[in-house]
């Protein structure tokens, strides 16, 4: 009797021990699949900001060019654009919580919990 019933401890240990690896594989695989998400995520995000960087640059170098020329002096097109980027900057970075931080943060806890 006493054989019986340490070979059905052995079998139950031995299950136990296998859902727990399984468990833990399914953990790491799940853990994975939520780290490729959020950082295809950011990628994209970055290649896009690159990307509209870029067409940002070509717009502003043009702009300055030309209120440079409507105004006879090149240099100061270039200032005119500057100092509206530094408005534009400054009111970003007082409602940086609101608009940005809010929304980004929960856009990650999203792609985390998901």
Known sequence: ???????????????LKEYTEVQFSLF??????????????????VVLIVIGGGILLCFTI???????????K?????????????IAGLL??????KFIHRRVADKLIKELLN
Not at 1 to 15: H, I, R, V
Not at 28 to 45: E, P, Q, V, W
Not at 92 to 97: A, E, G, I, M, Q
């Open 1 to 15: 009797m006493e054989k019986k019933s340490e070979g059905a401890e052995e079998n139950l240990f031995q299950k």
């Open 28 to 45: 790491k695989l799940r853990g994975i699949n939520k780290l490729a998400a959020s950082m295809a995520s950011i990628i994209s995000i």
């Open 62 to 72: 043009g702009l300055s060019l030309l209120i440079g020329s409507w105004i006879g």
């Open 74 to 86: 090149i240099y100061a097109g270039f200032f005119i654009v500057g100092g509206i980027y530094l």
């Open 92 to 97: 970003l970075y007082l409602v940086r919580d």
